[in-house]
């Protein structure tokens, strides 16, 4: 049907269009359903050959970086909350990320999830080299009390730059739980990680290089145990709702990335955001960007 300029749903209509444009809709039908997504390469809206320079980037900055300049990465992977090795604050290392961020089929399937005043949560590698065990279940809503939102406050989209497996280690997903509006708890920790809740309860995520693996925060997931030597590597890029505070600190970006990013990665990185004023107060057309979403989750 036509999509109409429908004030019900304030910001949707935009953001829907985009979405049949790019031939989202059952992507976003399976989101709705299921709780998640998987977009494959020939969709994924990037010139050919991106995941690929990506994943060369990320390898570079894995060599170049001191593996303990991340605190997590200083802990054992027993305490920590995902196995492997994680790397942060890639915007400012290379314009590809920035790219990856920028991506119309990535924003798209962002705003739907977030409403049109979403804003950038973070963007981090999870990278393992060799076996490595499982991350265990849980969702990204961190420090976000039950019931969560039932609309999710933050959602993941995940660039694969390798491929993706259960023998790889790659993502496990609990269909459904995006409805349930609660953590796990340790009743729901599948068998292969040490809990109770029978394995075939959780779905292993299978796509290749270049896919977009996409869920809302409220989703329940794990990953798999990594039992093949060589690389496994995504790149989340979160969003989030306008009144949940970034995860990372994008204060300190350099002017190069908002020039390779134009306005809307400044908004995005909350050079809008009406929060964080002083004395002055804060700004009123600031204000007025999450204005439609006072009327719809959409806005
Ligand atoms: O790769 C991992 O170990 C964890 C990934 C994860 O939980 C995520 O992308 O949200
Ligand atoms: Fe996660």
């Not at 962002?110 to 490595?132: C, I």
């Not at 849980?138 to 023998?167: F, K, M, Q």
């Amino acid at each position: 049907m036509e999509i109409g300029n429908w004030k019900s749903v304030a910001g949707m209509a935009q953001t829907y269009r985009h979405a049949r444009e790019l031939g989202l809709e059952t992507n976003i039908a399976e989101l709705e359903a299921f709780g998640f997504t998987i977009i494959p390469p020939e969709k994924n809206g990037a010139p050919k050959g991106f995941a690929e320079r990506m994943y060369e980037k990320l390898l570079q900055i894995t060599k170049a970086e001191d593996e303990s300049a991340v605190d997590l990465n200083r802990h054992s992977d027993a305490e920590k909350p995902a196995y492997g090795r994680q790397i942060f604050h890639l915007l400012e290392r290379d314009p590809i990320f920035i790219d990856a961020v920028m991506n119309p089929v990535v924003r798209t399937i962002g705003a739907y999830m977030m409403g049109q005043s979403y804003r950038l949560f973070s963007m981090v590698a999870f990278y393992k080299d060799g076996p490595a065990r499982s991350t265990h279940m849980h969702c990204d809503c961190v420090g976000v009390p039950p019931p969560l939102p039932a609309y999710s406050t933050l959602c993941n989209v995940s660039w694969i730059l390798t491929p993706y497996r259960e023998e790889t280690g790659t993502l496990g997903m609990v269909p459904g739980s995006h409805r349930l509006c609660r953590h796990p708890t340790q009743f729901e920790q599948p068998k292969f990680l040490g809990g109770p809740m029978d394995d075939d309860v959780v779905v292993p995520i299978r796509a290749e290089p270049g896919s977009l693996v996409v869920f809302p925060g409220n989703m329940w997931h794990c990953t798999y145990p990594k039992t093949t030597d060589g690389v496994r590597a995504h790149v989340v890029t979160a969003f989030a709702r306008n009144f949940i505070a970034a995860a990372e600190d994008y204060s300190d970006l350099p002017d190069s990335v908002l020039a390779h990013g134009g306005p809307e990665l400044a908004r995005l990185i909350g050079r809008k955001a009406w929060q964080g004023y002083g004395r002055a107060g804060p700004k009123l057309e600031d204000m007025a960007l999450v204005r439609a979403a006072y009327e719809t989750p959409y806005g």
